[in-house]
């Protein structure tokens, strides 16, 4: 079993700038592709961005791109997701995930194995 305990989520202007984490627990993490999610009110859940199990390959979606970077820390078992120049229509309750041995063209879609609670991000129009 895992464990997953995402923190980081709050109030923030637009533009503004937050660093979620999502902390792991339960087993390595070390043979497992890790994902961020997001649901918006009214809306399917949909992919952020995901980062292999070796760490060596990054996706995002491209309402993201260029805005989001995802990150992992092997020796504390935690995921990281930086989101620069938020904007309202990011405003939705994060969910960081693990899937094992997930390939990168797996990492929008899954299967993902575990998932966490969520934190709340909010970007006021």
């Known amino acids: 079993q895992v464990q997953l305990v995402e923190s980081g989520g709050g109030l923030v202007q637009a533009g503004g700038s937050l660093r979620l984490s999502c902390a792991a627990s339960?087993?390595?993490?070390?043979?497992?592709?890790m994902g961020w999610f997001r649901q918006a009110p009214g809306k399917e859940r949909e992919f952020v961005a995901g980062?292999?199990?070796?760490?060596?390959?990054?996706k995002y979606s491209e309402s993201v791109k260029g805005r989001f970077t995802i990150s992992r820390d092997y020796a504390k078992n935690t995921l990281h997701l930086q989101m620069n120049s938020l904007k309202p229509e990011d405003t939705a309750v994060y969910y960081c995930?693990?899937?094992?041995?997930?390939?990168?063209?797996?990492?929008?879609?899954?299967?993902?194995?575990?998932w966490g609670q969520g934190t709340q991000v909010t970007v006021p129009s």
């Open positions: 995930a693990v899937g094992q041995w997930l390939p990168f063209t797996a990492l929008a879609i899954g299967p993902y194995d575990y």
């Open positions: 339960g087993r390595t993490l070390s043979t497992s592709s």
């Open positions: 980062i292999t199990w070796n760490g060596v390959i990054s």
